[in-house]
């Protein structure tokens, strides 16, 4: 996406990683932490009736509540190894970008933060703390949170932006020049 997003241009790469990691993870985690505090655990709180809540969950599994339900102190074991070795690869993706990559340096940080900010959440809590409900009558999306919200925003915004490299490997190592 070279033009649109300045942001990780100018020789600062990683220090503008870091500050938008720090960002969304305070928010990320200063959510959880107030819906944490002041919604009591499968309590509600309408935000557009009928269609929005706030209600307090707790995600034992992976995405959507997978692997809830068994051995939870293997699947909690399981998902902290998973969720190291995917950062871990994102970590590696973006050294491998050269600036002019920003769309792609966006959307692996927002992939990023929203995996470390759940991976927080399995480490001291054991299961992620989810609390946006969404639903229409009966039929309710699964619960998730900002750390989700990000890493399905990240996705999207990485797929957009790979089919727009036009057959161009944006993460070949990067070499002087480039």
């Known amino acids: 996406m070279r033009g649109g997003v300045t ?6 790469k990683r220090a503008r990683i870091v500050a938008l990691l720090a960002v969304i993870l305070l928010l990320d985690q200063g959510t959880k932490l107030l819906v944490d505090h002041t919604i009591p655990l499968h309590h509600s709180i309408p935000v557009v009736e009928g269609w929005v809540d706030l209600t307090h969950v707790r995600n034992t599994g992976a995405a959507f509540g997978l692997m ?40 692996l940080t927002f992939i990023l933060a929203g995996a470390l900010g759940n991976l927080v959440d399995r480490l001291f809590y054991g299961e992620v703390i989810d609390f ?11 619960a998730f949170n900002v750390a989700d919200s990000f890493i399905t925003i990240g996705a999207v915004l990485c797929f957009w932006c790979l089919m727009r490299t036009k057959g161009r490997d944006p993460f070949a190592p990067v070499r002087a020049g480039r």
């Open 7 to 12: 942001i990780f241009t100018g020789g600062r």
């Open 68 to 107: 809830a339900s068994g051995r939870r102190a293997l699947a909690s074991y399981l998902l902290i190894a998973f969720s190291l070795v995917a950062v871990g690869f994102v970590i590696h993706l973006l050294r491998r970008l050269s600036e002019r990559d920003t769309g792609l340096i966006l959307s």
């Open 132 to 142: 946006v409900d969404v639903y229409w009558n009966a039929w309710h999306w699964p």
